[in-house]
């Protein structure tokens, strides 16, 4: 059975960095094909797609926020951590950590989801 | 950027209605597309991928078609768990999704 959590700062200050931690279990990312994505979601508002990446470290990043992102994996932990640099309020979102299987990168299995709230 | 346009972005619907929603990209996708359902404060769930395939457990009133940068995700039966938000999502290059689908109960 596949489960993910998100973790992390519930609030942060504008200019700060959001730091959020996916724990997984039910798959390892030292399996071929697999990946984990983060998605957030703003409130009352659609899904937007932020990062993703796979088991073999390759990594991909929305072209509108590639500057800001930055996503990791720690395979011994069972973790994916996405920074997102320089906060604005405009972050504030519930961000969501997803799994990728076979390498195509749609969110088969999600995460509950965490809300982080951008203000001074 | 890859663009997709769902529409409409609100749906009124009585239980047993058979109905459908429409995404458009703004380019070919290969048919590299997903369906999700999402009520309100959950997670988005999987219904469909590569544009008609359906996911394990997801019932059969679900359908996913698609004819050039158009898909379609029609829903046969309407059930009253169907009631909920839907997003279609590309992934032919980094995902982006539709605006989404409000299904609300006529």
């Known amino acids: 059975q596949i489960t993910l959590k998100e973790s992390g700062p519930t609030l942060v200050k504008p200019t700060q960095t959001l730091t959020l931690t996916c724990t997984f279990s039910?798959?390892?990312?030292?399996?071929?094909?697999?990946?984990v994505a983060w998605i957030r979601q703003p409130p009352g508002k659609a899904l937007e797609w932020l990062a993703h990446?796979?088991?073999?470290?390759?990594?991909r990043y929305s072209p509108s926020l590639r500057s800001r992102l930055t996503i990791t994996k720690d395979t011994s932990k069972n973790q994916v951590v996405l920074t997102v640099t320089n906060m604005d309020p405009d972050d504030t979102a519930t961000y969501f950590c997803?799994?990728?299987?076979?390498?195509?990168?749609?969110?088969?299995?999600w995460g509950q989801g965490t809300l982080v709230a951008v203000s001074s | 950027d890859i663009q997709m346009t769902q529409s409409p972005s609100t749906l009124s619907a009585s239980v047993g209605d058979r109905l459908t929603i429409t995404c458009r990209a703004s380019?070919?996708?290969?048919?590299?597309l997903a369906w999700y359902q999402q009520k309100p404060g959950k997670a988005p769930k999987l219904l469909i991928y590569?544009?008609?395939t359906l996911e394990s457990g997801v019932p059969s009133r679900f359908s996913g078609s698609a004819s050039g940068t158009e898909f379609t995700l029609t829903i046969s039966c309407l059930q009253p768990d169907d009631f909920a938000t839907y997003y279609c999502?590309?992934?032919?290059?980094?995902?982006?999704f539709g605006q989404g689908t409000k299904l609300e109960i006529k």
């Open positions: 999502q590309q992934y032919n290059t980094i995902g982006t």
């Open positions: 990446m796979y088991w073999n470290d390759d990594k």
């Open positions: 590569k544009a008609s």
């Open positions: 039910g798959f390892s990312l030292t399996t071929v094909g697999e990946g």
């Open positions: 380019q070919s996708i290969n048919n590299w």
């Open positions: 997803a799994h990728i299987r076979d390498s195509y990168a749609y969110g088969s299995y």
